[in-house]
């Protein structure tokens, strides 16, 4: 094989494919002429020489084997040895015997365990847990821990001074209040309604006297629940000042 020759052949091949227009549809048919040339001559080159081939020999068949053969071949080889059979060591306790033995059953270890541990002396006793009482409701909504209505018209006479000049009368309710006390009375015993706080006021101003008042107050005080625990001293004090109205 030329293999000088045959890089030149693939120079030329490749050359000619190089230029060949790849944007056209087809190719001329000289350039198709050449190009078969060359790979004419190209797989002229690459073919085998029949001269060179050498003949593949036949494969061997395997011999047949009688059993005469095999049993000479058994009895040319020489005799296997035996494992020795390990014998039993008598100097090792038998651990089998001493686990049935030294233990005894577990029925009877089960038998022989106390089913209920024995009371403690020492032990503290919790006392029994009570649960808080909690207030009961009435029909009307007050519970039994509220004052009766009545008890907010209590009066008690002043002591000192400053408390004489606490229950000096007022013309004017509105005027008499400060803006704090204002804020406190809306909000613990108006429901935070401001114009509730005014209405009831100006309704007050408009009364002569304690008496006539009293069923107006008491209707307030069922309906904020003056009677509350929270609201007992501020109702009493927002009564004692509209007490001082009518005096």
Same mark, same amino acid.
């Given at each position: 094989?030329?293999? @000088? ?18 944007? *056209? +549809? ?9 190009? &078969? ?6 797989? *002229? ?11 593949? %020999?036949? %494969? ?11 049993? =000479? ?7 296997? $040895?035996? #494992? ?12 089998? $015997? ?13 038998? /022989? ?27 009307? *909504? ?15 006479? %002043? ?8 229950? !000096? ?6 005027? =008499? ?8 009375? &809306?909000?613990?015993?108006? *429901? ?18 304690? !008496?006539?008042?009293? +069923?107006?107050?008491? /209707?307030? #005080? @069922? ?11 501020? #109702? ?12």
């Amino acid at each position: 094989m030329n293999l @000088k020759e045959a890089r030149i052949l693939l120079k030329k091949i490749n050359s000619l494919f190089e230029s060949i227009d790849y944007e *056209g +549809s087809s190719v001329s048919k000289i350039e198709r002429d050449l190009m &078969m040339n060359y790979l004419h001559q190209m797989h *002229g080159l690459f073919s085998y020489d029949e001269d060179h081939v050498r003949p593949l %020999a036949p %494969a061997k068949k395997p011999e047949s084997r009688t059993l005469s053969d095999d049993k =000479a071949e058994r009895e040319q080889e020489p005799p296997r $040895k035996e #494992a020795p059979v390990p014998k039993p060591d008598t100097d090792r306790p038998n651990i089998s $015997k001493r686990l049935i033995t030294d233990y005894p059953p577990v029925r009877q270890q089960e038998e /022989d365990r106390p089913t209920t541990p024995p009371p403690r002396e020492d032990r503290p006793t919790r006392p029994p847990i009570t649960k808080p009482t909690q207030p009961t409701t009435n029909s009307s *909504g007050e519970s039994d821990s509220d004052i009766n209505v009545e008890q907010l018209f209590e009066v008690r006479q %002043a002591s000192d001074l400053s408390e004489k000049l606490s229950e !000096s009368p007022v013309n004017d309710l509105n005027r =008499a209040m400060s803006i704090n006390d204002r804020l406190l009375y &809306m909000n613990e015993l108006f *429901g935070r309604d401001m114009e509730s706080l005014n209405t009831a006021l100006r309704t007050l101003n408009d009364f002569g006297t304690m !008496s006539s008042a009293r +069923s107006f107050l008491i /209707d307030l #005080a @069922k309906r904020y629940q003056w009677t509350h625990e929270d609201r007992v001293d501020i #109702a009493k004090n927002f009564i004692k000042l509209v007490r001082r109205r009518y005096q």
